[in-house]
């Protein structure tokens, strides 16, 4: 059962959030009528078996694809009554992502792929964030360096800091550690929880795996398209156990990033 304390003022919302793929018999329904809040200065995960709707929630209350049916809320905005330019700004400005496969441009600098944002946007990082940022994630010896010069590790690295860049409201991850070791990944983890502790972002993280959960202040479990449960203060073997009980334990650690 999802619970939700009320004195917690809300980062992100979803209400009766509906995505239809595709029309007729062959429509699939990757949402279906989902409802949850996501409250500001906490590290959330979302799981659930592949196909359960994961990255397809994470995706449209980012603003990066639009619902069926239904609203989705960054702060008090509703983003279904904003114009394109004024999504595209609230993506930039209000919203940091990091994608499984980076995403980086592969011509560019680690430095110059940071700050891109602002770059886009006509303006220049402030120096001591920046300065800030790379010491957290350990870039300060790679800024010079191109993508294909940077292990896996580090290229999210770049892409943790470049969602980090502009300060905020909402840092949506989607399964950013599946392309990565253990050992990598866990440093990745680590990043996420210090932006939560240290720099009092929210942070919304799609993952597969328990142990990536646990790093969590909460995690949400999705089924069929929508919110079925929640754990707080997870653990490991907790949240693993709750996915046997789905019944897909082995399922979702097998997905490993697969579409969802």
């Not at 699939?28 to 996501?38: C, G």
């Not at 430095?111 to 602002?118: G, S, Y």
């Not at 990598?184 to 929880?193: D, H, K, N």
């Not at 942070?203 to 949400?220: C, G, K, L, R």
């Amino acid at each position: 059962m999802l619970t939700y304390d009320p004195n917690l003022p809300v980062a992100a919302s979803a209400e009766r959030a509906t995505k239809v793929y595709g029309v007729g018999p062959t429509a699939v329904r990757a949402l279906d009528e989902a409802t949850l809040a996501i409250p500001v200065g906490r590290l959330t995960a979302v799981m659930g078996p592949s196909g359960s709707g994961k990255s397809t929630l994470l995706q449209c209350m980012a603003g990066l694809d639009t619902l069926t049916d239904g609203s989705v809320r960054i702060g008090g905005d509703d983003l279904s009554q904003l114009s394109d330019n004024e999504l595209t700004v609230l993506r930039r400005d209000r919203i940091g992502f990091v994608f499984q496969a980076y995403n980086l441009v592969p011509t560019l600098t680690a430095e110059a792929n940071i700050v891109l944002p602002h770059t886009l946007a006509g303006r220049k990082a402030d120096p001591e964030w920046f300065d800030q940022v790379v010491t957290t994630v350990g870039l300060a010896d790679r800024l010079t360096h191109r993508p294909a010069e940077l292990s896996g590790g580090q290229q999210q690295r770049v892409a943790v800091a470049r969602a980090l860049i502009t300060r905020p409201e909402l840092v949506f991850a989607d399964e950013p550690t599946g392309n990565l070791d253990s050992h990598a990944g866990a440093e990745i983890l680590g990043f996420l929880r210090q932006a939560v502790d240290g720099f009092d972002q929210t942070v919304v993280m799609v993952t597969h795996d328990p142990v990536a959960a646990a790093y969590a202040d909460s995690v949400i479990f999705l089924a069929d398209g929508r919110p079925v449960d929640q754990i707080d203060q997870p653990t490991a073997q907790a949240v693993l156990d709750r996915m046997k009980a789905f019944g897909d334990a082995g399922h979702a650690l097998e997905a490993n990033g697969a579409p969802s």
